[in-house]
């Protein structure tokens, strides 16, 4: 292995580290059509030609030549066993650059499927920038978006795996240059690329991308770990090969076919475990492993009985990710278990399509048939990649390839579109999202005042549905707001459910502001008809049960409120209002123990509002946390709950001496509802001369319900109210609250 890596056996040497990373052109020549049929190697070793005349010696912007990278990419693909198209999309990835008319010409000689592989590829190409940006700023937000964005503007997965290869090829060339570029590689490799990668189960190029940014960026301490598994390698080996036999002759012994070899050492993934877990060297299990891959999935069960049997399982290092996979469809078996001599080992168990998944992830899917599997990737976004690699693989039982075609662009990859800003900054929207939403997606107020927008530097109508990848830059008024066209819906300015909340948020509060002026008219002219213009409003819309001055006037708007309720609170506001009464205490007649009672000096009461006692209701005080004696009616609920909870609290109580306090009451009416019955009801009030505090009224099906709250003298004027009440035209009971 190179740059350090130690291998316990060549078996794990990967088919793609055993590739050059840029070898002469024409030594790779004779690889670049290995195991493809006569006519699709034809097509390679053409496009090769084709390459070779238009790149010559012309370099790519990290001094590669274009030429090598186009070779090994193109090696790249068919290590990861891509197809023809893949393999002659990556030797022309870049001839749009140096060719005319480059995608129908493609197109000709080469295939609809190549020709629109080299497209995708350069337009991923243009979103450099962008990932450049994100990872420099290492927003995790961004840099999630962008490898989604990658995904999605990506019409075949295998553009995707393509872009990662190049970048896996651009690594091996910047081995041998280091400085600020490839710096900037490797940190945009390890944000963007390496987490893709994963996503999609391309461990070769995973763990690639990973090393190579690592040592560039980390060079010590790569060197580092390299060295500590350089010292321990010869013992490893002699340990892993006696593993090895042990294994296999067990294995044998049981029926079970299987190959067991040691697994390579991958240091990014050291160093994160270390890192991670807070741990040294020694302490990472898989520094000493093995792999075994079985044919069949009930061996691979057997063989980890085996493993455990023949070594001391280590308590909480097992997963079974075949019976509950990895996000991206990772399967296998995982334990680790302590060796004759104390030491860790770690074991991979899993069957041959497992293993070639593992390894080249969505890419393996052009080799293996997945019908009748089900995949239980965790989250809508896995499940889609799934779906997505599922159909990959129907490619191969559909002969009609314009069938298949038809099928792959009714899989959308993701239900999300990426448009960019004209700052760079990369937003997620719904598919089928307009201009429109793209600016209330950026701030409410930048949609209500937009009018215009350009996409990807032309005017475009604000309707028009919205594609991966465009810039947008909205075009505002400084006033005004959105347009009652953009709700019509068959006019489709607008494609998101949230932007068609926050325009009709935006009418509502139109509206509301309109009637908030319709009722703050209709209040002041009441008020100067009753002479009373500097009254306070906020007591006012309270005496009506409302809670502010904006509640009264929108209720006064909407005919809630009528002119007869806001004359009548308006007199309550202006009449002047009974001084609370003054409680006194005396000590009851009834007992020899001093109690609370009302009419005794200086002690703290105060009348439940709950349920407003007064003369001669039967009474009882409840001692409350800083507001004194509590006085309450018997029969009062909340008395009795709380009596419940703390019996220990209540006080026996009785009302004193007479006096000329005043009491509130709550009274309720209900009538049948006729013109001018609040009217009738009123005159009553004012012959007792009635303190009216409160009055809420509702009407619903010819019946009115209304509530008040007056203020009394005791329970004789009390009966003479209730009399008068009662023969109160339309009035069917009264009763108190």
Request: charge should be positive.
């Amino acid at each position: 292995m190179q740059h350090g890596r130690q291998c316990d056996n060549p078996r794990m040497v990967s088919v793609v580290h055993s590739l050059p990373a840029s070898a002469a052109a024409e030594t790779a020549l004779p690889l670049l059509a290995e195991g493809l049929p006569p006519e699709a190697a034809t097509r390679v070793i053409h496009a090769y030609q084709l390459a070779a005349s238009l790149y010559g010696s012309k370099l790519l912007g990290t001094g590669e030549p274009a030429l090598d990278h186009a070779v090994g990419l193109s090696l790249l693909a068919k290590a990861l066993e891509l197809d023809a198209d893949a393999r002659v999309a990556a030797l022309l990835f870049a001839v749009a650059d140096f060719l005319k008319d480059a995608d129908e010409r493609l197109k000709v000689e080469f295939g609809t499927a190549s020709a629109e592989i080299v497209t995708s590829l350069a337009r991923l190409k243009r979103l450099r920038p962008l990932t450049r940006a994100a990872s420099a700023t290492d927003v995790h937000s961004q840099t999630e978006i962008l490898r989604k964005m990658l995904l999605a503007m990506a019409t075949d997965i295998r553009v995707v795996i393509l872009r990662l290869a190049s970048r896996t090829q651009t690594l091996r060339y910047l081995g041998d240059h280091p400085g600020q570029e490839r710096d900037d590689m490797a940190r945009e490799s390890l944000s963007i690329y390496a987490p893709l990668a994963n996503r999609l189960g391309v461990w070769q190029l995973k763990w690639e991308l990973e090393d190579r940014s690592f040592r560039y960026l980390e060079p010590e301490t790569y060197k580092r770990i390299a060295k500590m598994l350089d010292e321990k390698r010869t013992e490893r080996q002699s340990f892993i090969e006696s593993a090895v036999q042990r294994l296999k002759d067990e294995l044998a012994a049981l029926g079970v076919t299987a190959e067991v070899y040691g697994r390579p050492k991958h240091i990014y993934s050291i160093w994160n475990k270390m890192r991670g877990k807070n741990i040294d060297f020694e302490q990472v299990y898989d520094v000493r492993a093995l792999r075994i891959v079985v044919d069949e999935l009930k061996d691979c069960y057997a063989a980890l009985g085996i493993v455990h049997h023949l070594w001391q399982p280590i308590h909480g290092e097992f997963d079974d990710y075949i019976s509950h996979p990895k996000g991206n469809y990772y399967r296998s078996l995982h334990t680790a278990v302590r060796a004759d001599d104390g030491r860790s080992l770690e074991v991979q168990i899993r069957t041959r399509e497992m293993h070639d998944h593992a390894e080249l992830g969505v890419a393996a899917h052009w080799r293996y048939k997945e019908s009748g599997s089900s995949t239980k990737a965790s989250g809508e976004y896995e499940d889609k990649i799934a779906w997505l690699r599922q159909l990959l693989t129907w490619r191969d039982e559909i002969t009609d390839s314009a069938q298949w075609v038809e099928q792959f662009k009714r899989a959308a990859l993701d239900d999300t579109l990426y448009v960019l800003t004209p700052q760079g900054k990369v937003i997620d929207l719904a598919r089928g999202a307009t201009p429109v939403d793209f600016a209330y997606r950026l701030h409410t107020d930048l949609g209500h005042r937009c009018r215009g927008a350009r996409v990807n530097g032309h005017m475009v109508p604000l309707n028009k549905p919205l594609a991966n990848g465009q810039q947008v830059e909205i075009i505002t008024t400084k006033t005004g707001g959105p347009s009652r066209d953009w709700l019509n819906i068959e006019q489709g300015y607008l494609g998101t459910a949230r932007s068609r909340q926050k325009v009709k948020q935006w009418f509502a509060a139109l509206e509301e502001t309109d009637l908030l002026a319709q009722g703050r008219a209709i209040v002041a002219r009441e008020l100067q008809r009753e002479g009373q213009t500097h009254a306070g409003i906020d007591d006012l819309a309270g005496r009506l049960g409302l809670k502010n001055a904006d509640a009264l006037y929108l209720a006064a708007a909407r005919s809630e409120v009528n002119s007869r309720q806001l004359q009548i609170a308006i007199r309550g506001v202006v009449e002047p209002v009974a001084p609370e009464p003054e409680i006194l205490t005396k000590k009851s007649k009834a007992s020899t123990s001093d109690i609370l009672v009302v009419g005794v000096d200086k002690l703290l009461t105060q009348i439940g509002r709950c349920c407003k006692p007064m003369p001669p209701d039967q009474i009882a005080g409840f001692v409350t946390r800083g507001k004194g004696v509590s006085i309450h009616r018997l029969h009062c609920k909340n008395f009795r709950n709380m009596a419940a909870r703390n019996p220990e609290r209540v006080i026996p109580s009785d009302w004193g001496a007479k006096t000329d306090s005043m009491y509130p009451i709550d009274l309720r009416v209900e009538a049948a509802d006729r013109q001018g019955l609040l009217r009738d009801i009123s005159d009553v009030f004012s012959r007792e001369k009635i303190n009216v505090t409160s009055v809420n009224t509702l009407s619903r099906a010819g019946n009115a319900s209304m509530a008040f709250t007056v203020e009394l003298a005791g329970a004789a004027a009390m009966k003479r109210m209730f009399a008068q009440l009662a023969e109160v035209p339309g009035v069917i009971s009264v009763r108190r609250g």
